[in-house]
């Protein structure tokens, strides 16, 4: 049995540098084999695991030894907190190791959507040569509207502004003489969905944030704006931001966080021909580069909380 069970893909070279001094079991097919991962974590004292694995109370509760969880990734809504609290177990998120890499996928999101041009291939390949459909707009001068103002929505922030964008976010936990306001101006939430052409999700998924954007917000956006999730799924209305897309009242949306996830065919299926919609499987915050530094971040904090555990006899 390992001391460090991986359930999910992390970098080899720190899986390398966990080996050197403990045993790893890293099987990355083990998110998806419940009772086998429990079974591999009877003598395990640390567990590495991204967003897709369950870390529940039923699981924690077949693992007598474990110490740590190492979080590859920020987000912890897929650990019972209250549970590895009440065991004394560690929860370890990779802080600071992907920020740059969201805010990329963010603005990117957005320029593709308002450009609107880089969805004619086929139609080009076909001669149709659509050049008045493919007509798009700037984002330069556009209203960048987040909702939350943590690490990751700075960084898209910075790089809005960047483009020359006006940046607008709403976070009622951010005081207001934070120094990250700066060029950013705190807005309300109704007013981040009025005026915004661009909208980005950046919150937890949490009871007070579970679909933030329903029905009534992404009506009051407005029809020329598009709308970002590369936070978590569940923050948004999924059909109704379908409706509006089909209907046109919404120009366009990127959704990289999903209510259900992976998609299975059923679910999948409402997001069929929808049009000015970008899917991906929850990968916002994976590049080669931040793969590298969450791993090693994941890594070193798994590392220092088992030094600082009295040795196993």
């Known amino acids: 049995m390992a ?19 403990w045993s790893i079991d890293h099987d990355p097919t083990l998110v998806d084999q419940r009772e086998e991962l429990a079974a591999r974590l009877k003598e395990a004292r640390a567990l590495i695991v991204r967003n897709r694995t369950r870390v ?47 805010a990329e996928y963010v603005i990117t999101a957005a320029l593709l959507l308002l450009r609107g041009a880089f969805q004619a291939k086929d139609a080009v390949i ?26 990751n ?31 950013v101006r705190p807005a309300s939430l109704p007013d981040i969905f009025k005026h915004s052409d661009v909208v980005s999700l950046h919150v937890p998924l949490t009871d007070a944030t ?20 590369a936070a978590r799924g569940g923050l948004l209305d999924e059909e109704a931001l379908v409706e509006s897309l089909t209907d046109g009242r919404l120009a366009g949306a990127a959704l990289d966080t999903f209510e259900q996830e992976p998609l299975d065919a059923e679910a999948g299926r409402r997001f069929a021909g929808v049009p000015n ?21 994941t890594a070193e904090n798994v590392a220092r909380v088992l030094d600082s555990l009295p040795q196993p006899e």
């Open 56 to 102: 529940d109370r039923p699981l924690i509760a077949q693992a007598p030894r474990l110490c740590v969880i190492g979080r590859l990734g920020v987000g912890l809504d897929n650990i019972d907190l209250a549970a590895c609290e009440e065991r004394g177990i560690t929860v370890c998120p990779a802080r600071g190791a992907n920020e740059a890499t969201v």
């Open 210 to 229: 579970r679909r933030i954007v329903d029905r009534a917000a992404i009506a009051a956006m407005q029809p020329s704006a598009v709308l970002i999730n």
């Open 3 to 21: 001391d460090i069970v991986i359930s999910e893909f992390m970098d080899q070279e720190a899986v390398a540098r966990l080996a050197e001094r």
């Open 277 to 297: 919609l970008l899917l991906t499987p929850h990968i916002a915050g994976v590049t080669d580069e931040s793969n590298r530094r969450v791993s090693l971040v």
């Open 153 to 183: 929505a700075r960084e898209t922030a910075k790089r809005g502004l960047a483009l020359g964008m006006h940046v607008a976010a709403y976070d009622p936990f951010v005081p207001d003489d934070d120094v990250g306001w700066g060029s």
């Open 126 to 151: 076909a001669g149709a040569w659509p050049r008045e459909d493919a007509i798009g707009r700037e984002i330069a001068g556009k209203r960048l509207g987040l909702i939350g103002f943590g690490a």
